[in-house]
Each structure stands twice: as C-alpha cells, then as structure tokens.
C-alpha cells in the first residue's frame, strides 16, 4: 500500500510538473517569448494596442487629397494605427478654427498648416512640440527649418513641394521675336520694350484677382536680401522700413516701371483668364507663383511645354536668384496624448517614402525639401526650370517665411502702385504704415 501510495504520488507530481510545462511553453518558445508577436515590417516586439490620432487639414481639395494618400501608406506601415482626418475650412475662418482649438485644448493630434508668419500667430513655442532633436528632423532641408522656428526651436515638417516666384513666359513669343531670357532687370525690360506695339502683351496683368498684383514686389525678396542680409530681422524688430530701404523700395519700383506695359483689360483680368492669355500668346509674360503650372495641366495641358520660368531679375547676372515660397507644415500638438504616435506620422511625412506617397495625389511644382526625394522625370519643364536655382544656391524663402510682419493691404496697395494710381515710393510708405496694426497684434518687440 505503501509502494502503490508512493508511486501514486510521483504520478501526480509528474502530471502537474508536465501540466506547468505546457502552460508555459509554446513548441518549445519560452511564455515571454510567446506573448511576442510580429509587428508591422517584420519586426519583433510586445503586442501593440491599437491607436487612434486624429488630424485636422483644410477642405482644398490637393490638401484633402494629399492627407488621404498619406494615411494611406502610413497605415500600411504601421497596421496598428489608425489616423482620423477631420476638415476645417481654409483661409481666415480656418485660421481662426485653428487658433480656438488650440487655445481651448482641442486640437487633433497632428494638424497641417501654414509655415511663415502664419504660424507664428499660433504661438508655437507655447502650443506646438519641439522636434527640433528629433532624429528624423535631419530629414528636413535647412530651408524649412527656418520657416518653422520660433525661439531657436523647430516645430513641423513640410507637406509638398516648395513654390517659386517668379515669371512664366510664352517660349513660342521668345522665339518669334527673338528675345532671350533675362537675367538681369535691365535686360527683363528691354524684352518688355521690344514687345511694345505688337499683338503681344509685355506683361500680362490680372487685377480682377488683387492678390495676383502682389508677385512682381514679393518675388524680389531674393534681391532684397542679397543687398541687404539683414533686413529681415531688422523689418521684424521695426529697424528697416520699404519706404526708406533702397533695397526692399527697388521691389516697389520695379512695379511702377511695368505700368503701361499690361493687358488693356489688365483691371478686368482674372488670375484664370491670365493664365489662358498666357497660354494662347497673348501675353508674354506673367509674373505668378509655379502654383499656376499645376492649373495650366489640369486646363490647357496641349500648352504647357510652351511655357517656360524665370526668377526676377536683380542687377547682376552673377548673382540672378529664386525667392522661394515654402510648403505648408504638419504639427503636433503639444497636449496630445499620442505624442510617439504622432512623431511616426510625421516621421513617414519627412521621408522619400512620404514624399513618394504625396507626388501620386499632387504633381511637384517645385522641389522638395526632403534629403533625397527628387522630382519625378514626368514633370513638365516649365519645373525643371526652376532646379537650377536650387542647385547653384541662389534662392532665399519670401519675406513671409522670414518673418512675421506682413501688411493685410498690400494687394490693394500694389494695384494702386500697378495701375499708376500712386508712385512707388507712395506705395513703400503705405505699406510700411500697413504692417504695424499687425507687428503690435503681434506683441513684437520694437513696435
């Protein structure tokens, strides 16, 4: 009985020992190792739980487009995140959503938005999170980087090509009357001159749309800076004014010199008009931003390899350069609490991957600032025109970019100085007394 007893017992240690065994192993896999699994992208680590962020984009439809694709690819990469798009309207009613939200903890997760002075506005340093060590943020040309700063700190990645401003031409004119591209102001306005009294337009003006009148003085900001590097954080702290800088004038004078040299109907002219005249030949210039490529596809796409791009010109051929306009940005928000989540997103956006995904929705207009993302060969060359600037180094973000202090009226302004109205120095001073409503909304030092 003894040995049955015995023998009974070492059974039932057996099986609880085995029992144990089973319980804790997974073919021959140890319980810590089991409770892994396979994560996206083949690599191993604790399960993930499933995540929700939210983002917040305007309702343009290449923003919508573009925030889709990159969800998209996102997903694909990390399967346990789900991003949540939500839309706001655009210009000043969505910039006023966003400075709510903001102030009332609201705010998605991620947010697009606008680089340059308008993101200034939102008090970054207060509201946004600091990727400046972040290591994907050495994905980001420099040039950004500037545009999204405040208090030496960096707060977003950009979300599309940069824009240049500067001048479409027709080549078909330049062809047929024999003109070169300039590449100093004086030689601009002598193929202004040649075209006079031709059925050809120098210039072709479209003040129906104010806010086209503004390009030929925004545009040379590269100039402006090249004579005067300064002058940026001078006209931000109240140092420097157009009225009263050469330099930062010349970009007002420049406009007075074109006035009769537009469009007859140059007053009654739409932005989209412009751009069928400038198509059809009518006109031979047209100072705009490279947005305008992207329309010209979409409407007139059997013209779109007559068109060509060139900077404004300055005074010297050497130094003949780009102002540039950035991109808008993607933002965390500060009080997110997604915070690791969110910084994946931005990471995939600030990757040749993201840049991929973004080119499929909306074609490049100028390049990327991306380390290693390139332009696709299928870009017209009215584009392609504009990498040389970008190569050689010559080109400068717009004033806008740069600085906070930009005047609400200058469109109003520049049509006065456009159509003659007022000269350029009248205009300069105009302007300079503009932008100090919003210097002080602003809380600016020196204003």
Known sequence: MKK???????IALIASVLAACSGSSNNGVSNSDSNSSTTNNGNTGNPRDKVTLSLLVD??????????????????????????????????????????????????????????SLLQALNPDTNLLDLTNEPFMSNVMDSFKSTVTQNGKVFGVPTGSSMAGGWLYNKKVYEQHNLQVPKTWEELMSNLKALEGTDVAPIIGSYKDTWTSQLLVLADYYNVQLADPSFADDYTHNKA??????????????LEETVGLMNKDYLATTYDAGLRKLAE?????????????????????????????FAQPGESADTHGLTVWMPGGAYIYKNSPRIEEAKLFLEFIASVDGVKAMSEVAAPIGPYLIVGAD????????????????????????????SPVKGPSLEQITVEVGSGQKTALEGAELYDRDVEKQAQQLGLEGW
């Not at 004014?241 to 420049?254: D, G, I, V």
């Not at 696709?376 to 717009?398: C, H, M, R, T, W």
């Open 281 to 309: 030949g009518e006109g031979a210039h047209y100072p705009m931003l490279s947005f305008a490529i992207s329309a010209m596809q979409q409407n007139m796409p059997e013209a779109i390899e007559d068109i060509g791009f």
């Open 375 to 402: 332009m696709p060969d299928s870009v017209p060359q009215v584009v392609k025109d504009i990498l040389p600037y970008f190569e050689n180094g010559n080109n400068a973000a717009a004033l806008e970019f740069v």
């Open 59 to 116: 309702n343009n439809p290449d923003s919508i487009a573009t925030a889709e694709k990159l969800v998209e690819e996102f997903q694909k990469k990390y399967d346990y995140i789900t991003v949540e798009t939500d839309i706001r309207p655009g210009g000043s009613e969505g910039d006023n959503i966003v400075k709510t939200r903001l102030a009332t903890g609201d705010m998605t997760d991620v947010f697009f938005y606008n680089s340059g």
């Open 241 to 254: 004014k157009y009225a009263s800088n050469p330099a930062a004038l010349r970009s007002f004078e420049k």
């Open 4 to 10: 049955a007893a015995l023998m009974l017992l070492a």
